[in-house]
């Protein structure tokens, strides 16, 4: 099988600047590594800086839309493509690649830098025998990716996208169920709160447990949560109950809902329910909350029990628990229908990709 370069495949490969951003409240959208995952940059809570500082971070190079980011740090080798109608500059620890549309197809190279023979060489030095802690450019350029024909790049690419369309579809779906529930979450316990209800702490309605580290586990089939979402599946669960995960590092906000059995990394709190038919109204409850603002870091943002625990909340009656919890559960299920989905469509799609690239499968064969 033919192969090309990083290098020959692409136009530009930059790092960006590496010093720390100035970060504000609005302005111009700096991408971070806890943005980039799965194939995919996510927009939707952006970090941002001012006109000043970002101008200097396109110095090397104005991001545009169909250039690809990889990570060079922890995570290494995440990547995802800028969208149109964004605006943006890479934080730190961050390259850019261009595809040359000659002859390589941005979408295939996209793809191709999440196969498995380029990810084993974004992580191991071929050079020296060693495994890499940091992707540097020269590394970087000479990385190797399956080469086929620039017309059959583009019909590997159209299969290849429209599993991420489902997948991205049904993503689009569950925000919308999400923003239904919180929407009925407000109608009851905001704008018709009860001033009968008890007012207590968050402690109170959940015991806040420390996640543990997992890179000793094996794989299997549970899940494991870190501020992102899903990281890996490892052999056991930390917890097989109903639960609220909350970051302890890094990007506060990212609040988690998990109904299944799962751990929990050592970033992340997970939480046991001290009432029945709490769960979910506490996972709407610290949404509403910007735990970033309750920050108790410094250089990294952290949160603590403590904090946690003494965040002041209503207590509902057990009636009105229970009420909430019939309203918003088919909402739930039809979450974790979607969920159970796309997680199929992207194993097909991870299937599917060496075979295709390497020729192994004729994209002409495939139906959907």
Known sequence: MEYKTIKELCDLVVDCPHST????????????????????????SPSFTDDEHFA????RAIPKAGDIVITREAPMGEVGMIPEGIECC???????????ERICDKHYLLYGLQSQVVQHQISWSEGTGTTVSNLRIPHLEQIRVPYVPLDQQKK????????????????????????????????????????????????DLITVKYGKDHKKLSDGCYPVYGSGG??????????????????????????????????SVDTMFYTEMRLPNV?????????????????????????????????????????DLEKFEKLVSPLYRAVQKNNIQSAKLAELRDTLLPKLMSGELDVANIRF
């Open 156 to 203: 590997i690419s159209s299969v290849l996208y429209a599993l991420e369309d489902k997948i991205e579809n049904n993503r689009k779906l569950n925000d919308n169920l999400q923003q239904q529930a919180q929407a009925i979450y407000t109608s009851m316990f905001i704008n018709s709160a009860d001033p009968a209800w008890r007012q207590g702490h968050l402690s």
């Open 230 to 263: 899903i990281m890996r599946y490892v052999e056991r669960p930390l917890y097989d109950k109903e639960s609220v995960l909350i970051p302890r590092k890094g990007t506060l906000n990212n609040v988690i809902y998990v109904n299944q059995p799962f751990w």
């Open 56 to 59: 200097q971070r396109i110095k």
């Open 21 to 44: 951003p100035t970060w504000t409240e609005h302005g111009k959208i700096v991408i971070r590594n806890n943005n980039i995952k799965n194939g995919r940059i996510d927009f939707t």
């Open 90 to 100: 890479l934080g730190q620890r961050m390259v850019l690649l261009r595809a040359n």
């Open 279 to 319: 769960a979910k109204y506490v996972f709407h409850f610290i949404k509403s909350k910007d735990l970033a603002s309750m920050n108790a870091g410094s250089a990294v943002p952290s949160m603590t029990t403590d904090i946690l625990n003494a965040i002041e909340v209503a207590i509902p009656s057990a009636q």
